[in-house]
């Protein structure tokens, strides 16, 4: 099961990390470089800083195949809302950088 699940992992994951890059390169510009008087950090940059974070996360969740009979729905679902709530904060954040 966990072998069907590794394409989906990619299908999802890259646009994800992509997406992110996109947020965490306007949340330094919007607001780490302004306070702190540094320069904004570039895409590809913030992509980078995604991926060698992810290094870090790879060992931390473990299950069982029994604990997750469907995983390539679970995968659906943790990419779904994660892409959710980082759009949310993006927006939130682009609406809180306007007023400082």
């Known amino acids: 099961m966990k072998i069907m699940a590794l394409p989906w992992v990619f299908l999802t994951g890259i646009p994800l990390t992509l997406l992110g890059g996109v947020i965490l390169s306007d949340y330094w510009s919007w607001f780490i470089a302004r306070t702190f008087n540094i320069a904004p950090i570039t895409y590809l940059q913030a992509v980078g800083i995604l991926l060698f974070?992810?290094?870090?996360?790879?060992?931390?969740?473990?299950?069982?195949?029994?604990?997750?009979?469907?995983?390539?729905?679970?995968?659906?679902?943790?990419?779904?809302?994660?892409?959710?709530?980082?759009?949310?904060?993006?927006?939130?954040?682009?609406?809180?950088?306007?007023?400082?």
């Open 53 to 100: 974070v992810g290094l870090f996360k790879i060992g931390l969740k473990r299950e069982t195949p029994e604990e997750n009979d469907h995983p390539v729905a679970t995968i659906f679902i943790v990419q779904g809302i994660t892409a959710v709530v980082w759009l949310i904060s993006w927006g939130v954040g682009a609406v809180w950088s306007l007023f400082i």
